[in-house]
């Protein structure tokens, strides 16, 4: 597969598993699933009353019964509440299958003390079923086994190093126009241009280097852009958006390729994919001029 396309699939898996919820995450969870394995997965859908069984996929191979859990909102209450409805029904319901039992959720940071310790109470109490719990790592280990017709199912089409070498002028203007956001602050001082080192600072993954890599080859068009375009303070706009859309994010405590993730579709990162390599572009040249993640020369603040 093209290294770019590669890339933003990637990108693309890791905001579907932040912002997804509900029946969307068990749905999206269920496609990728029978994408990567193909026969060897069934999704099973709600039907009528009896519902899905407590199941929405299952691996013949394997004997594993997947049920999958998006909250809003989750507490350790309503968490072991919903581990204990769901696989007491699977049991109930496929007594002759279910040999594993895989509790997927996509809470960030994974699951608390309270929850981990009642799975080891079922565990006990089922000594004839495994169970696991599955986030963030284990999809993406779905993800990396799609091949590229199923990759273009699950998420569109994506740009492709020529696409990204035909990029012209007039294919940011629609994303200048998503990130124009509101007025600046005069008060807020433009941030001196991070070190060569900020990727390696912020443990960045390589397919965020290779995105930003990309957007950098079209960096020139952002500036002859914002020179064109008027008035002058339209590039400070955006990097004000940009800096306030980073603090909001970095409070939420989220990994760094999170907080990427959701960046790139502040950045407008969607659509075409010349629209996508525009967007990058963009993100890019703000990567490299305002405070969105850490700069390695900061000082520490003094105590």
């Known amino acids: 597969m093209d290294p770019v396309a590669t890339a933003f699939y990637a990108q693309h898996f890791k905001i579907a598993f932040l912002e997804k919820k509900g029946t969307e995450f068990q749905d999206w969870v269920a496609r990728l699933g029978s994408h990567a394995l193909g026969a060897d997965f069934e999704i099973v859908r ?66 608390p003390p309270a929850v981990i310790a009642h799975l080891d109470t079922l565990r006990k109490a089922h000594p004839d079923v495994s169970f696991d719990i599955w986030a963030e790592s284990k999809l993406f280990g779905w993800h990396n086994m799609l091949e590229d017709a199923h990759a273009l199912l699950m998420y569109g089409a994506v740009p492709t190093q020529q696409i990204a070498s035909g990029l012209e002028l007039q294919d940011l203007q629609p994303v200048i126009d998503v990130l124009e956001r509101r007025e600046p602050d005069p008060n807020d001082p433009v941030p001196a241009p991070p070190s060569a080192k900020k990727l390696e600072k912020n443990a960045l993954s390589t397919e965020a280097d290779e995105l930003l890599r990309l957007g950098r080859r079209k960096v020139r068009l952002v500036e002859t852009y914002f020179k064109k375009a008027g008035p002058v303070e339209l590039g400070e706009k955006i990097a004000e958006a940009f800096r306030d859309h980073y603090v909001k994010l970095r409070a939420m405590e989220l990994e760094p390729d999170q907080i990427f993730s959701y960046l790139q579709k502040f950045a407008g990162v969607t659509g075409a994919p010349k629209r996508q390599v525009a967007a990058m572009a963009v993100m890019a040249y703000f990567f490299d001029r305002c405070d969105i993640f850490e700069d390695p020369d900061a000082e520490a603040p003094s105590t």
Do not use: M
Not at 103 to 108: A, D, G, K, R, S
């Open 46 to 111: 709600p039907y009528g009353k009896q519902g899905d069984w407590k199941c929405d996929g299952r691996q013949l191979s394997t004997g594993v019964i997947f049920q999958c859990y998006g909250p809003e909102t989750p507490t350790d209450k309503k968490t072991i509440a919903k581990i204990d409805a769901d696989f007491v029904g699977a049991l109930a319901k496929w007594p002759d299958f279910i040999k594993r039992w895989v509790f997927v959720h996509n809470i960030p940071g994974g699951q």
